[in-house]
């Protein structure tokens, strides 16, 4: 079995706690001759700042690229909060993404069963919400020219431009159409086409590739319904596609409705359907090297590691199987657990997921 070749970037704080217990799933799995691995570590964030000047160290890039995909926890920590720009721990997050050319951000918003009470929805809306928001990640108006603030009249201007290319909204629809194809075959695409053209060519680019996939349904959204129908009945959503801006706000609305920030894998996918998959949550200083940090959005990122780059979706639904079992049985870290209940630490959820596979 030839050997799938995984980048590992631990990163700060918990990064390191809770990729090694994603890693333990994955060779749990290699263990038992399903998958095979040939793991790397490399250097990113505040640890690569330390070690060797700057956040994103060449070699970083260089393994990166070689690997089929990456997995990193996650960059940052008071330590490195008054370096001085360049040596943000944030900016070798910002650098591997634009190094790897990554523009499609995958982020799933799954609520399981046993934690439907832990949102901040009543449990009956929440109970089976399995949605999939598509976010372009590398255009719109975090990068669009002219920016800046400049005098105009005496007083200061500030000005931010969306811009998007034609083939730059029909790659992440085509990204969008897919996914729905492997799931339940509806995409809605979300806009602001009643006021601005950027959107309206969104629209009709997005109508366009469409027709490519007529066994998947599309329906547009704009951005302001979208955000109030995803509070007011999240299970009506399957995949939801939209630009850096609007994706960044509603993906932090979906992250909101599991309940806890522990739980929330992600992905960052390029042309080559190569990867970055990482947990949503930051470094977490606060309760770094205490045993802590819940693992679960770690391990979820290495299954969808194995399901959108590896191509083993089979595995993908395994792992996921075993976080909601070990979940049923009422294993909880503290960030997940209700009053009175037992918590266990990062290494034993871990464990417990690793039990629950099968
Ligand atoms: P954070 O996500 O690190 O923490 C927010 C809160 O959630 C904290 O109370 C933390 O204890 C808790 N939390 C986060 N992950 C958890 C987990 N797995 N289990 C249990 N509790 C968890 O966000 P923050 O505090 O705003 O940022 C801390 C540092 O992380 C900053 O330096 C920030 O820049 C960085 N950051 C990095 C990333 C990334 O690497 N992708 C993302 C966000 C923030």
């Known amino acids: 079995m030839k050997p799938h070749r995984i980048l590992l970037l631990p990163g700060d704080g918990i990064g390191p706690e809770v990729t090694t217990q994603a890693r333990r799933l994955?060779?749990?799995?290699?263990?038992?001759?399903?998958?095979?691995?040939?793991?790397?570590?490399?250097?990113?964030?505040?640890?690569?700042?330390?070690a060797r000047g700057k956040p994103l160290p060449e070699e970083t890039l260089v393994a990166a690229r070689r690997a089929d995909a990456v997995l990193m926890g996650a960059v940052g920590g008071p330590k490195w909060d008054g370096a001085p720009r360049a040596a943000h721990p944030e900016r070798g997050l910002l650098a591997i993404r634009s190094g790897l050319?990554?523009?499609a951000n995958l982020r799933p918003v799954r609520c399981a069963d046993a934690l439907a009470d832990a949102s901040?929805?009543?449990?009956?809306?929440?109970?089976?919400?399995?949605?999939?928001?598509?976010?372009?990640?590398?255009?719109?108006?975090?990068?669009?020219?002219?920016?800046?603030?400049?005098e105009e009249d005496g007083e200061r201007v500030g000005i931010n431009t969306e811009r998007y290319r034609e083939s730059e909204i029909a790659r992440i629809c085509r990204n969008a159409l897919e996914l729905a194809r492997l799931r339940r075959g509806q995409?809605?695409?979300?806009?602001?086409?009643?006021?601005?053209?950027?959107?309206?060519?969104?629209?009709?680019?997005?109508?366009?590739?469409?027709?490519?996939?007529?066994?998947?349904?599309?329906?547009?959204?704009?951005?302001?319904?979208a955000a109030m129908q995803l509070v007011r009945s999240p299970k009506s959503f399957d995949v939801m596609v939209t630009s850096n801006l609007f994706g960044d706000i509603l993906s932090d609305i979906g992250a909101q409705l599991t309940g806890s920030i522990g739980?929330?894998?992600?992905a960052s996918l390029n042309a080559d359907g190569r990867g970055l998959y990482e947990p949503v949550h930051g470094s977490a200083p606060d309760i770094a090297g205490r045993g802590l940090a819940n693992p679960l959005a770690a391990i979820l990122s290495a299954a969808m590691?194995?399901?959108?780059s590896l191509g083993r979706s089979d595995l993908a639904e395994r792992v996921e199987r075993a976080v909601e079992r070990a979940l049923a049985r009422g294993i909880r870290t503290a960030d997940i657990a209700r009053p009175g209940q037992d918590v266990v630490s990062t290494v034993r959820m871990g464990q417990a997921v690793a039990e629950a596979l099968y």
């Open 101 to 103: 050319e990554l523009y």
């Open 263 to 266: 739980l929330l894998p992600s």
């Open 187 to 225: 995409v809605v695409s979300v806009d602001k086409a009643n006021v601005l053209e950027s959107s309206q060519l969104w629209r009709e680019v997005a109508k366009t590739v469409a027709r490519d996939y007529p066994d998947v349904r599309l329906t547009h959204l704009y951005v302001d319904n």
């Open 120 to 150: 901040s929805l009543k449990p009956e809306l929440i109970r089976g919400v399995d949605v999939l928001i598509v976010r372009e990640l590398t255009g719109g108006i975090y990068f669009g020219e002219p920016r800046g603030i400049f």
């Open 305 to 308: 590691m194995l399901r959108h």
């Open 26 to 50: 994955l060779e749990t799995l290699a263990a038992r001759g399903e998958i095979a691995f040939e793991f790397e570590e490399g250097l990113i964030g505040g640890a690569a700042v330390d």
